[in-house]
C-alpha cells in the first residue's frame, strides 16, 4: 500500500497541490477494492480508527462528530417540520445517528452506492453506525441519482453526505443532481449538501452556489472545522424551496439543555449562526452581504 | 536538514502526536540557528515563502493574512480609541501591517526577541514587512517580558504574536506575563494573545483562561481558520480592563467599505463576532454561555 509510507498515511491529491495531512498509523485493518472505490480501514496512533475512500481520507473517530453534527442539524434545525428524510451517500451511518436524534423525524432512507462502506462501518465504527436498527430507518443500495429520479414531492430534507467531486460521487456535484434534488422535495423543503472546502476548491465552490440560485429562492453557504481535513475544514451548501428561509437563523434554537440531551460535541445554536460567517475573500467571491 | 524528507517538509511535533501537515518545498532559501531558534525559510510549489522556527510552521505567504488581520483587528476593534500599541514577538512584520490600517494608531513599539527573524522576514517576506517603515513604529530588540516589566501604564492594546509554547515563548503564556501586561496597559486597556488551539491544546487553554479570569474583569476566547496549521486554526485569547467591554460586538464594525480600503482578506464585521462561537465540546471545558 503506497498511501502508507513509513508507518505513516500522507494524504496528498492532486485536488489540493504541493499540501497534505498525515497520520501515524497502528495498524491497517482493512483493505479492498470494492466495485466503486478503493477502501481502507487504520487503526492510527492519535485519532482512532480512520475511513480512506481512494486514497482521500473520509473521517476519523476522533472528529466525525463536528462533520455530521453541521451536515445534519444546519438543515434540520432550519426546516419547521422535518419528517421525511433522504440521506445520499452516508454509508458510514454518522448523517443517520445525527438525524435520528430529532423527534420531529418519521422516516429516515439512507441511499448508499456501495454497499461495502456500510459493511466495513458496521465492523470499524461502531459509533457511527449505532442508529442503523432505529425502525424509522430504511436503506437502498444504489446509485443516488438513479434513485432520485424516481421520488417526486418526497422528502422534506435531502442530506447529500457524499467524498469528493471526483470518482462515484462527481455527479453529485452537477446542476442535474440539484434540479432532481429540487423535484423530489416537498413544498419547502430543504437540501443540504458536501459543499467541498473554501481555501481548496473555490471555483467548483462558485459554480455550484451559482447553479444552486438559478434553482432555488433561498441560497446559503456555510462551513466548520473538521480538524482531520486537509485545510481543516468542511463546508455545506445549503437551499430550500421556501424564499423565506434564513438559514442563519434556525428554527430550533439549541441551548445548554439539548446539546446535552443529544450528546452533541460541536454543534449548538450559535456555532449554527457563526457557520456562515464566511472570510472576506470568499464572502466577495460569493457575493455576499457582510 | 531532517524535516525535509523527499522534497516535503512535514510537521510533526510532541505537541500534536500522531498528525502533522506536508508542504512540498521547491528550494531551501534560508536556515541558520539563531541565539534562540532554529530557522528555516522555504519556497513551496503551491503556498509561496514558508518560515518555520525549531521545527513548526509560523506562516505560508498564502494564508498569512488570516492570523495577522484577526490577531489585530479582533482587540483593536473592540477598544474605543486604540492610540499606544505594543506588539511582543511579531518579528515577522504581518501584525504590524495590521496595527498600521488603523487611523486612530499613533505610536507602535514591537519588541521581538530574535533580530534574525526580523532580517530574515525583511528578505524573503516583503508584503509582510512593509511597514517597518511606517513612521509611528518603533523596533526594540530584546526579551518582551524583561521589556514589559519596565513599563507602567503605558499601552492602549498589547499584541502577543508568539511561536508556540514551547522554546523562547514559554513564558509568553504564564500567569506572571499577564499579570505584567495588567500593569503594562492604560485604563480600559487590551491585550489579545496566541491563544494556541482548541483541538492541540486543551489543557494549556484551559489554564490561561482560569488565570485570565482571575486578572481581568472581561475575558474571552475567539478563533479563526488558519489552513497550513495542523488543525486548520489558530485561537486568540481577549482580555480587557473594562468590565464592560463586550469583545463579540466591536466599537468599530468594518463593513465591505473598510474591508475594501484596508485589503482584508478575511476580518470583517461579520467574522469578528462568529470568532467567538466555540465548538461545543469547547464551550463546556471554558464555561461559557452558549
Redesign the interface.
Known sequence: MELIKDG?F?E?NPLW????????VEKVLYHEKSQFQDIVVFK????GNVLVLDNILQLTEK?EF?YHEMMVHLPLNSHPAPKEILIVGGGDGGSVREVMKHPEVEHVTLCEIDEKVIEVSKKYFPNMTCSFDDPRLDIKIGDGLEFIKKNRNAYDVIITDSSDCIGPAKLLFEKEYYELMKSALKPNGIICSQGEN??LSEEIVVKMIDFCRDIFPAVSFAYC?????T???QAFTLCSLNPHTDFKKPVRSW??EE?AKYG????????H?????????F?RALQL??
Open positions: 505513516w500522507i496528498t497541490p504541493g499540501q497534505g495531512m498525515c497520520f501515524e492510527s496512533t492519535n485519532h472528529d463536528c473554501v481555501w472545522s473538521v480538524p482531520s481535513y485545510s481543516g475544514e441551548g445548554a446539546t452533541l460535541k460541536y454543534y449548538n445554536s450559535s456555532v449562526q457563526a457557520a456562515f460567517a464566511l472570510p472576506e475573500f464572502r452581504p457582510v
